[in-house]
């Protein structure tokens, strides 16, 4: 499943954030209205095919790039990536050790 179809229902059983920072996949008009009714700042760069483009505020899109690299170092783990617990509730177990580990270090 794509980001952009998972966004609206987690945004929606979420408190608003000040900022959402997503890639351009997620860049769709509906999301970015989505966004504004509820006084979100989309940081959000265009995709190429968009005939005008919509300004975002790259500073901040450059801190995605930590949360990307902490997902990856996360997935390292055989375990998590491919999902060998049975239970939820052990996954997100293991998944909160991984990356207490990898804070750590």
């Given at each position: 499943?794509?980001?952009?179809?998972?966004?609206?229902?987690?945004?929606?059983a979420m408190p608003a954030?000040?900022?959402?920072?997503?890639?351009?996949?997620?860049?769709?008009?509906?999301?970015?209205?989505?966004?504004?009714?509820?006084?979100?700042?989309?940081?959000?760069?265009?995709?190429?095919?968009?005939?005008?483009?919509?300004?975002?505020?790259?500073?901040?899109?450059?801190?995605?790039?930590?949360?990307?690299?902490?997902?990856?170092?996360?997935?390292?783990?055989?375990?998590?990536?491919?999902?060998?617990?049975?239970?939820?509730?052990?996954?997100?177990?293991?998944?909160?050790?991984?990356?207490?580990?990898?804070?750590?270090?």
């Amino acid at each position: 499943m794509a980001d952009i179809s998972a966004a609206p229902p987690l945004l929606a059983a979420m408190p608003a954030p000040a900022r959402l920072i997503a890639d351009r996949g997620c860049d769709a008009k509906y999301l970015r209205g989505a966004l504004a009714a509820r006084g979100v700042e989309a940081v959000i760069p265009s995709t190429r095919s968009r005939k005008c483009a919509i300004p975002h505020d790259a500073v901040a899109y450059r801190e995605r790039n930590k949360i990307e690299h902490a997902f990856c170092a996360i997935k390292d783990g055989r375990r998590i990536a491919t999902r060998q617990d049975k239970l939820a509730w052990n996954f997100v177990s293991a998944t909160a050790i991984a990356a207490a580990i990898i804070w750590w270090t």
